[in-house]
């Protein structure tokens, strides 16, 4: 069965960190382009960071530059989102997907294609 299983969410004051996990299961993700995407109320779903398959090229959205950072582990078949210095514009629902065919990291992260392997979403919510 192929799944991905976010975890890691939860509740953290303004100012403070989250680490998101993906793990994958029923498939190997080295051949695959993983990004982190996140859905607030009554927002359109937006691309937060994607990582390439093998050269480990990464996007991030401007709103999370400098403050997310993306990372995979092709051993463990996880993929991580370190989230640092979050405000409570970064609540939202966060989604991991694998998308074959090597997508670019920018083409996965600012197209809204439900293509491709989804996780079932972990919650962060950022208030004091």
């Known amino acids: 069965q192929v799944q991905l299983v976010e975890s890691g969410g939860g509740l953290v004051q303004p100012g403070g960190s989250l680490r998101l996990s993906c793990a994958a299961s029923g498939f190997t993700l080295n051949y695959y382009t993983i990004g982190w995407f996140r859905q607030a109320p009554g927002k359109e779903r937006e691309g937060v960071s994607c990582i390439s398959s093998s050269d480990m090229r990464t996007y991030y959205a401007d709103s999370v530059k400098g403050r997310f950072t993306i990372s995979r582990d092709n051993a463990r078949n996880t993929v991580y989102l370190q989230m640092n210095s979050l405000k409570p514009e970064d609540t939202a629902v966060y989604y991991c997907?694998?998308?074959?065919?090597?997508?670019?990291?920018?083409?996965?992260?600012?197209?809204?294609?439900?293509?491709?392997?989804w996780g079932q979403g972990t919650q962060v919510t950022v208030s004091s």
């Open positions: 997907a694998a998308r074959p065919l090597r997508p670019t990291v920018q083409f996965m992260c600012t197209t809204t294609s439900s293509s491709g392997y």
